[in-house]
């Protein structure tokens, strides 16, 4: 049985950045992948926990670069409704700007040292805070199977073009025709396919918990398979039943957004 470890998210952040990487990344799929061509080729050959896809949203997760062109009252509020999110507390003094006589943005005030407090502080973990506002966003995207689907199509493209650079440089994870040899699975792999995939085959439905009998058997599947240069990349997998694995061979990229909305649920 897999340990469940609970973690602190940031979750508003992760939803805006989610919901605006995968709204962007097809005005910007070249540039992502030609900005991270390195990390993500070496995402493809076996699974790991940071994907493909947290590259995508790295590409649009800057911290630094939105705070900067904040000012005075606007940047501590951000600030601290950031730091919060992330889980930073820092011991730093709170402005009291109703008290405060300044009416002109609170730059010649005593407010306006203690907002440099904190801008000097989220500055100093911007990095820090790019790196959880990512790790919360794939907790969507990774939900949504549609996206991750059409992802790894395109991913898929960047492969079969860069299968000379891959044949040099990284062989041994190729096989004789040149595709990417498929990797075990470890465990955290298996288990995050199958909560995220609620024990259900995602193709025709069946339940695959077996929590009665050990009707069917639990298969991970490559969304976009190798033998068309899918990837071993862990956001490239869904869980389906043995017939619907065998039916759907090595060749379709079928998948499904069919899930269970909490109203539903009745």
Request: a negative charge; charged letters at 25%.
């Amino acid at each position: 049985m897999a340990k469940i470890k609970e973690q602190h998210m940031a979750l508003s952040s992760g939803v805006g950045l989610a919901g605006h990487a995968v709204t962007n990344f097809w005005e910007f799929k070249d540039e992502i992948f030609d900005c991270y061509k390195e990390e993500m080729i070496d995402s493809a050959f076996k699974p790991k926990k940071f994907t493909a896809v947290h590259y995508l949203l790295e590409f649009f997760q800057d911290f630094y670069e939105d705070f900067s062109h904040l000012e005075s009252v606007d940047a501590y509020e951000y600030a601290e409704r950031t730091l919060n999110e992330v889980n930073l507390y820092p011991e730093l003094p709170k402005p009291n700007f109703e008290k405060c006589g300044d009416e002109h943005g609170h730059h010649d005030c005593e407010c306006a040292d203690i907002i440099e407090q904190w801008v000097d502080y989220s500055k100093k973990h911007a990095s820090k805070i790019d790196e959880l506002v990512v790790h919360s966003a794939f907790q969507f995207v990774f939900q949504d199977r549609k996206f991750l689907h059409d992802f790894h199509l395109e991913f898929s493209k960047v492969v079969e073009q860069r299968l000379d650079y891959i044949q040099e440089h990284y062989s041994q994870y190729l096989t004789q025709k040149g595709r990417l040899k498929r990797q075990n699975f470890p465990e955290w792999l298996k288990s995050a396919v199958f909560h995220r995939d609620k024990g259900t085959c995602v193709i025709c439905r069946c339940d695959l918990s077996n929590l009665i009998r050990q009707q069917n058997q639990i298969n991970i599947d490559h969304i976009i398979p190798l033998k068309v240069y899918g990837t071993n990349d862990t956001s490239n997998m869904q869980l389906l039943c043995s017939t619907c694995n065998q039916s759907k061979g090595d060749r379709t990229t079928e998948t499904s957004s069919i899930n269970v909305p909490f109203w539903n649920m009745e």
